[in-house]
């Protein structure tokens, strides 16, 4: 048992577990809508300019910019119609000095012009000359071939998680298959003999299982494709038998629940059991969610996370969902910062410990532009203090507590 | 024709649409897991109280709180050891004046005991008598019964976004079928005769259609349903029959492209002969964006977006986004405050019109926990700058422009 006694920071917990974390899986191939919120498995190039020809951006006259130096309203630069581009074809002709042509927002402008006069600048004088009555520049209100990418250059770097803008590009390019990372697949156990299943009704001393339906919830959310295995009783053999399942199944377990020291420790006793090298650590120093085994079993995390719920969607959102999210920790330990995007004033004085991080369950509010996080009160045993959420504050691990009116830094759900 | 020819404020925009948006679908019954991300259609109610008994949150002994009074580790309190708790039983039999009963995190609290002690603050002094070294309070590491919430309470208001730790919330109070607004099916269809498809090679003079899948990715991730009706040319009649189609089929349409003035009028055409209102107005004061008409026919929302692509994903976050995500707008016609998280700030000076607002493309940074947005230079025609962007920052309406240092609000991707 490589197992830790002491409680470690995330940042160790998350160095821990990363050594012995499996390589990313090899990719697969989907079609290009079904690859939204998927990561790259490998960079995108474009294989050609985009667009592939000099493109106007406005309704005017393709036209030679220098013929038009020194136009003013007054004196206009006087240029012949030489023709009118169609959209989506090729304009058979070129502009010359003097001339130019109609051209529609997106046309292809004719060889020779290098610039487009908006329409709102020009006066029709008959029906085959125009005055402009302002000059443009070479390039003015024109997309050049290759401005939005150019042949060769990356469009989307490997890893990336496809945004809907992302679609957006990769049609652009031409991929209509995309290769993609799949998606983790997680087992989800719930422990406890107190359990009982939503469809039941609990009997005295009994509760429903919240947990499986929370962390399915947040693995879904993250992009991972959560199983469950159900309720099984804090006894050694049920449970090993359902984690060989869920190991064997699965590429990640969570295990959840067992909040009382004896089934901590037949849950860490099973786990340490299935493989190398198995338990790295116990505890973890955050509140809530300090009873937190983790483990990593024949290159595959297991999570023992806390029975309280709050507790375990904490340490989820710390030690799970980044793996799911992108694969791994983030190189050096620590969180990405738009993972906190947003600032608040807190509005009560909170203790900590300096040794430790605390995750604040907040309630926002907005006045005059600033946000407000007005602090849960609730055990971490009550869901209810999730759901009454927008958010959890943190104070960092050095800090021993934050007073009324300070700056904390929030994750939003 | 209800058209409005000036261009309107996002505010005023919202205010026309919102006088003709239908009312909501009947609800759907859902089971409990696949509500995720669904919205409910009726408050849910807690028809028990959770948990339905006392609960121990630590591992420790049962007492009467009383008997702990006064007690130190110099001059412990006595009480005799009468039984144990087994986790997900009722016990049997309760705790008088001087006993204890042994119990584990999450069990039932025997009839007369009020608090728990922690097994550290105990110490045994034989198999039948342990010494309490701390006092406790009534309630004291005690969950109350119906403590996370109470029958008849509500669980979850009506129209509420089903998160991971709802799922839980349901879960705990018994519900397995969840009845949920159903989503928003959403048609999409580009125009342009310059399009072609991802899979096709552009000629001369043609692009691949961007805007219909950052559309199917964008109405995705709001919990639309999407479906595509590919590209029409800009034509009447052509345009007429795959609208009528796609209206039939959907809830909402999304039209665009058709960024030249002639196209855009095909568009309003077209969409204001295919019912009552019709189109309501012609521009919105934003940029990028202005060149969008807004409609409502028979009932169903149609929005004609601009052809460029940033414009027409701008659009769609302020003025489709809300009606996918909540059925409508925020009863003022503002943002909702957390739809602008991230504060930032701007590393440019930016020009603005004080009677528009803007949205800046923005790559964020982050040093010594301030946050910093870039802004993407580059014509609104390019999907590039939106794939470069994390965010979009904003000018409001009555602002002539931010300057470098000025704090920006930003909208995340």
């Known amino acids: 048992m490589a197992e830790l006694f002491n409680a470690l920071t995330v940042h160790k917990a998350r160095a821990a577990l990363a050594l012995h974390l499996p390589p990313a899986k090899p990719g697969v191939k989907l079609a290009l809508l079904e690859s939204l919120d998927r990561r790259l498995a490998q960079e995108v190039r474009a294989s050609e300019d985009v667009p592939g020809f000099d493109r106007s951006t406005v309704d005017g006259y393709a036209v030679r910019a220098r013929d038009t130096y020194g136009a003013t309203e007054g004196m206009p630069s006087y240029v012949d119609i030489a023709g009118e581009v169609t959209m989506g074809r090729e304009p058979k002709g070129g502009v010359r000095t003097g001339q130019a042509w109609r051209i529609a927002t997106g046309g292809m402008l004719p060889a020779g012009a290098d610039a487009v006069v908006m329409v709102e600048y020009t006066e029709e004088l008959d029906a085959r000359t125009i005055g402009v009555t302002r000059p443009v520049a070479p390039g003015e209100n024109v997309v050049r071939r290759g401005e939005d990418i150019g042949a060769g250059e990356i469009a989307l770097p490997a890893g990336h998680r496809i945004r809907p803008q992302d679609l957006g590009m990769l049609a652009a390019v031409g991929i209509t298959q995309v290769e993609v990372v799949p998606p983790l697949k997680v087992g989800i156990i719930s422990t406890g003999d107190e359990l009982v299943g939503p469809?039941?009704?609990?009997?005295?001393?009994?509760?429903?299982?919240?947990?499986?339906?929370?962390?399915?919830?947040?693995?879904?959310?993250?992009?991972?494709?959560?199983?469950?295995?159900?309720?099984?009783?804090?006894?050694?053999?049920?449970?090993?038998?359902?984690?060989?399942?869920?190991?064997?199944?699965?590429?990640?377990?969570?295990?959840?629940?067992?909040?009382?020291?004896?089934?901590?420790?037949?849950?860490?006793?099973?786990?340490?059991?299935?493989?190398?090298?198995?338990?790295?650590?116990?505890?973890?120093?955050?509140?809530?969610?300090?009873?937190?085994?983790?483990?990593?079993?024949?290159?595959?995390?297991?999570?023992?996370?806390?029975?309280?719920?709050?507790?375990?969607?904490?340490?989820f959102e710390l030690m799970v969902a980044p793996l799911l999210r992108t694969g791994g920790y983030h190189f050096d330990g620590e969180d990405h910062p738009l993972d906190f995007p947003l600032r608040a004033v807190i509005t009560r004085?909170?203790?900590?410990?300096?040794?430790?991080?605390?995750?604040?369950?907040?309630?926002?509010?907005?006045?005059?532009?600033?946000?407000?996080?007005?602090?849960?009160?609730?055990?971490?045993?009550?869901?209810?203090?999730?759901?009454?959420?927008?958010?959890?504050?943190?104070?960092?691990?050095?800090?021993?507590?934050?007073?009324?009116?300070?700056?904390?830094?929030?994750k939003l759900f």
Request: some cysteine; aromatic content about 6%.
């Open 199 to 315: 469809a039941d009704t609990p009997g005295p001393g009994q509760v429903r299982d919240i947990n499986s339906y929370a962390l399915y919830g947040a693995v879904h959310n993250c992009g991972g494709e959560p199983r469950l295995y159900g309720m099984v009783r804090d006894i050694y053999e049920e449970l090993k038998i359902t984690l060989e399942q869920a190991l064997q199944e699965n590429d990640l377990v969570l295990l959840s629940g067992g909040s009382s020291v004896g089934a901590r420790d037949v849950a860490a006793r099973v786990i340490d059991a299935m493989g190398e090298p198995g338990v790295l650590f116990h505890g973890i120093s955050v509140k809530p969610g300090k009873p937190t085994v983790g483990a990593v079993v024949n290159g595959k995390p297991v999570f023992g996370l806390p029975g309280h719920p709050a507790s375990a969607m904490v340490i």
């Open 349 to 410: 004085n909170l203790h900590s410990a300096a040794g430790r991080e605390d995750y604040i369950r907040v309630k926002l509010s907005s006045r005059d532009g600033q946000f407000y996080a007005d602090p849960i009160l609730g055990k971490s045993g009550l869901i209810g203090t999730m759901v009454k959420a927008d958010g959890l504050a943190r104070i960092p691990f050095g800090k021993e507590g934050v007073e009324a009116g300070e700056l904390v830094e929030v």
